[in-house]
């Protein structure tokens, strides 16, 4: 194969440097009205959140596709449609550095892998051993050759052996999330379903630090390896996988399916991760006030669910006002927070958007509407960066001193796969930003009673 690139250093549009659906008042703006803190969003740190969007979304795809196809669920088609989509997009992100003929090689080996894996499932449906050798042979055959793509694209930035490590990382947790979810395994399947997309948020770290070590000029010689970009990496990376989790999750819960309890519990353990880390610096009662106000907003999703599986219009609006409810007061905490460097106005928009998002995608699931459906979907994973950093933006402006540092002088530590060996500021800092709040006991963490109209 002829990998010799187009060296056309053009950076990423627009369109692809935000993940389509965030809105950019809500995604950027803070206490002054302009635009989130450089340290959080610049060229190469928009860089690195936009590969994140995609690759980490791709895993999820990719897992929930593969459960689609063995279940011979209607919504498969719609769901390998979306993977597809995805792709589409990363291998424009990877023309607009690189060139078209560059995008276009890179898009027929990345749509190689998801064959590989359709092949995998399709043999595994027809209880054929030698089809599933083969499919993973062809898939061992992959890594080799993407890898040698990125190492030669790169300019040996990222090298040939840490990314066939890398990727074998990705195909692995991809195989066992399907392999455990077939074998009724669900505490596995969901396991490796988190890891994998939590994976390829290294993935995006370490692609990013090649582009932008390799045209900085382009890139206004930012890095994408700093404290403030690894908040923003950490919060996208929370945020996305609770907006995953809750689709399906809700999917789940509509279904009947056997797996429902398993994915409620991952979604549960996303809020934990962060209960855990309030605990760690305002002990239990801090904690237990955080974790209130998060879980209740889960609450009320399932107490829509549960109202749509009975054909209980009366108990949907119930769910509907009280997460309408929710939205007040989540707002008004950050705002309290944030000290007014989230507008509780645009808090309330924004989480409406999200409510909304999973509401309609929802709602479309169960009227068999599944273009719209997964349509909603991709919306909804997308807006959940936009929320990233916005809170990163006004946590940094917040706490400065805590996110400078020096430019770093090598690729950070991330194999094209692992997640960087630094500290993770995700919930250190959300706490800090949280003080005031629960220091001076303005906002009060409990549910509103709302009445029905």
Known sequence: MNLKK????????????????????????????????MEVSNPATDLRAALDSILSEHAYLAVVTMQKGIDGAKDFDAAAAQLSENTDELSAAVASVYGEDAGNQFKEIWSSHIGYFVDYVTATANKDEDGRKKALADLDGYRVTQADFLDKATDSRLKAADLEEGLKMHVDQLIWAFDNYVAGDYDKAYSSLYESMHHMFGTGKGLSWAITDQFPEKFDNHTVDTPAADLREALNNQFSAHAALAIITMQKGIDGAPDFETAAATLNQNTEDLTASVESVYGAEGAKQFNEIWNSHIGYFVDYVTATAKKDADGQKKAMADLDAYRVTQAAFLDTATEGRLKAADLEEGLKGHVDQLLMAFDNYVAGDYDATYDNIHEAYSHMFGVGTALSGAIVDQYPDKFTSAMPADMPKTGLGGMSDGPDYTVLWIVASLIFALGAGTVLMRRKTVKEQ
Request: avoid cysteine.
């Open 6 to 37: 187009k060296l056309i250093a053009i950076p990423l549009s627009v369109s692809l440097l935000l993940p389509a659906g965030v809105p950019l008042a809500f995604a950027a703006d803070h206490d002054h009205g302009g635009p989130a803190s």
